[in-house]
């Protein structure tokens, strides 16, 4: 199992956790929307998950890691489905990188493929919409403060910093040669000054998933309802409308794709219905979602066009890099209608 992590290892840390002493088994890779390795495996008649960073990780990976596990244990007695905390390492001697072990979520990811229940059920797709924005709407609610959560990110001048902060990543993948520059993606710095000019001038901050779309959640096998909400690892204290902006910027309009395609798609809510379902479960002013809306297509596009600046240096698969920059340009074409 060349590139996965040392499962010895892995097994005496567990048993100075006392989680078992018994041998490691059925050990199967899980297909993730990141580049992180997810193993199943069972132990001592208990299965378990471990998230791991990728064979090569990024310079932030082990504190991105620690990280999510931090959030993890946080929102444990909270009613936002998520993956249960089982234990952390944030020694990176261990297994080289900070790690975390998590209880299985039976469920499935609807970009993967929906079973039959939900592919045939115009009903069933309409409720797993709803459930989705749901998911949100618990999160935001949740007060980070008594959760031990001060510290998890820096609210203030949270939105005064998107643009500035994104810009100035995008300006950052000049280093990569090869790169058509952003020119490339479509109006950047119209949309840049949209936003500036329109911003909000107060927000109520809360906890934010950061990447909120249908490839980062788990719904149940037996229904509409959220499984759990997954890859956590831009999660911040920030705004949370971010989170809802993220889902309409990602949502397909009548009879037109989505930045993230789920199929067969004969029921899911429009997106006025999202917004209206939010507003019903939050006592957040949702007056100004159209500017979260623009503000996520313009963050999300420019960390998608980030694969295809390394591709273009042969530091990422091109034909991913490729794919993901055509999206980075449809959400910058959507940005752009929004704001004319």
Known sequence: MGG????????????????????????????GGTQNILLRFRRGGRDYVLRHPPEHPRPNSSETMRREAQLLAAIADTDVPHPRLIAACGDESVLGAAFYL???????????????????????????????????????????????????????????RQVLRWRAQLEGYGEFAGWEGPAALGDVERIGRWLDANRPATFEPGILHGDYHMANVMFRNDGPELAAIVDWELATIGDPLLDLGWVLATWPEPGKEGAVSVKPWIGFPTAEELVAHYAARSSRDLSAIGWYRVLACYKLGILLEGTHARACAGKAPRDVGDRLHARSVWLFERAAGWTR
């Open 102 to 160: 998590m209880e299985p979520v039976e469920g499935f990811n609807p970009v993967a493929g929906m079973p039959a229940l939900h592919a045939g059920s115009a009903e069933i797709q309409h409720g797993m919409g709803l459930s989705l924005v749901e998911g949100i709407a618990k999160l935001g609610a949740l007060d980070y403060r008594a959760l031990g959560l001060s510290g998890f990110g820096k609210p203030d001048n949270y939105l005064e």
């Open 4 to 31: 996965l992590p040392d499962i010895e290892a892995l097994s005496k840390w567990m048993e100075t956790q006392g989680l078992g002493s018994d041998s490691i088994e059925d050990v199967t890779p899980l297909a």
